[in-house]
């Protein structure tokens, strides 16, 4: 079945430093791929979409592009800040009238100052 | 504000005891769904609805019931309260049409069964 790996935490940065979170996906036909934010104590925040190969999501700074070929959709930030601190989730949402999301498990992510 | 509101935000119960989680949204949102988020399991979907007067079972949905007899409520019932049910709860929703859109959650509740 379909499924999204991502990159175990907690991730630990100091501030301005350049952020990777890896996300890789299985499933069959073309899923949109998205990153959910969640800050401490809050609900689940769209960060990013992209919903065919080759397309950048990208917002706040954050970045990500759908990699068909090598099924990735990795989150990359070229400087992050402390209020970045976060849990970030890979998730993709299968194709056709399907409208569940299939989860990563979540990075947690430190910055400090 | 436009959104998903989800009440109580912390509840504690004692085993055995019932309750309802509620849910509301004001997008007009057709789908909605009950996710539980425990540490180190990401978010597992307990229930789910595309619509009103429909609702399915999702991964984990022992324990609970839902109904949905209005596009905008979409309450989770915990039937007899057990400890192995604390968690996070969160309600999401997202229009009918199109992959294209992500979900928008509510800031959860936070359930502790003692």
């Known amino acids: 079945g379909n499924s999204v790996t991502q990159m175990e935490g907690p991730v630990t940065l100091s501030e301005e430093a350049f952020l990777t979170i890896n996300c890789t996906y299985t499933?069959?036909?073309?899923?949109?791929l998205f990153w959910y934010v969640q800050y401490p104590g809050e609900g689940l925040q769209l960060l990013l979409k992209?919903?065919?190969a080759d397309d950048k999501g990208s917002n706040k700074g954050f970045e990500a592009t759908y990699r068909k070929e090598t099924t990735s959709f990795h989150l990359e930030k070229g400087s992050v800040q402390v209020s970045d601190s976060a849990v970030y989730f890979c998730?993709?949402?299968?194709?056709?009238?399907?409208?569940?999301?299939?989860w990563g498990l979540g990075t947690s992510l430190a910055v400090n100052p | 504000n436009a959104g998903v509101t989800q009440t109580p935000k912390f509840q504690v119960l004692k085993t055995g005891q019932s309750m309802t989680l509620q849910c509301a949204q004001d997008?007009?949102?057709?789908?909605m769904s009950w996710y539980r988020q425990d540490p180190g399991m990401g978010l597992r979907l307990i229930h789910y609805s595309v619509g009103a007067g429909i609702t399915d079972q999702g991964e984990v949905p022992n324990g609970y019931n839902v109904s949905r007899s209005t596009t905008e409520d979409f309450p989770l019932r915990l039937l007899s309260a057990a400890p192995s049910q604390t968690s996070v709860y969160f309600c999401?929703?997202?229009?009918?049409?199109?992959?294209?859109?992500?979900?928008?959650f509510g800031s959860g509740t936070r359930l502790t069964v003692v």
């Open positions: 997008m007009n949102h057709e789908y």
């Open positions: 998730a993709l949402r299968e194709g056709g009238n399907n409208r569940k999301l299939i």
């Open positions: 999401a929703s997202s229009p009918k049409m199109g992959r294209l859109d992500g979900y928008t």
């Open positions: 499933a069959t036909g073309y899923p949109s």
């Open positions: 992209a919903t065919k």
